[in-house]
Nanobody
Framework: VQLQASGGGLVKTGDSLRLSCAAS????????MGWFRQAPGKEREFVASISWRGGTTSYVESVKGRFTISRDNGKSMVYLEMNNLKPEDTAVYYC?????????????????WGQGTLVTVSS
């Protein structure tokens, strides 16, 4: 399975971005999916996850109310809508597919990873 993340860019504080993650095949229809991010000099951090049917989502506290994860299994796509962006959201964002169908925040449960897309938020 290959995952391709896109949609990153340079934005200003308060702006919005929509990240997309395309899977190479429909494996993602049975997998929980997640978004993680890694800022320079920091460890990879969980951002959001969604169960395979989309009925359950989970977010890190710092993005609750600002970010929304969604998926379209028919198109093998996962999205991360990011609103009211802050400089501390600056990072490389990775999408990942878990082996299980649930929405997990545990990085160890994710088997497949995309290459990452850079989000830079200027103040």
């Amino acid at each position: 399975v290959q995952l391709q993340a896109s949609g990153g860019g340079l934005v200003k504080t308060g702006d919005s971005l929509r990240l997309s993650c395309a899977a190479s095949k429909r494996t993602t229809s049975n997998n929980g999916m997640g978004w993680f991010r890694q800022a320079p000099g920091k460890e990879r951090e969980f951002v959001a996850s969604i169960s395979w049917r989309g009925g359950t989502t989970s977010y890190v506290e710092s993005v609750k109310g600002r970010f929304t994860i969604s998926r379209d299994n028919g198109k093998s796509m996962v999205y991360l809508e990011m609103n009211n962006l802050k400089p501390e959201d600056t990072a490389v964002y990775y999408c990942a597919a878990a082996l299980r169908s649930s929405a997990s925040s545990d990085v160890h449960e994710y088997r497949y990873w995309g290459q990452g897309t850079l989000v830079t938020v200027s103040s």
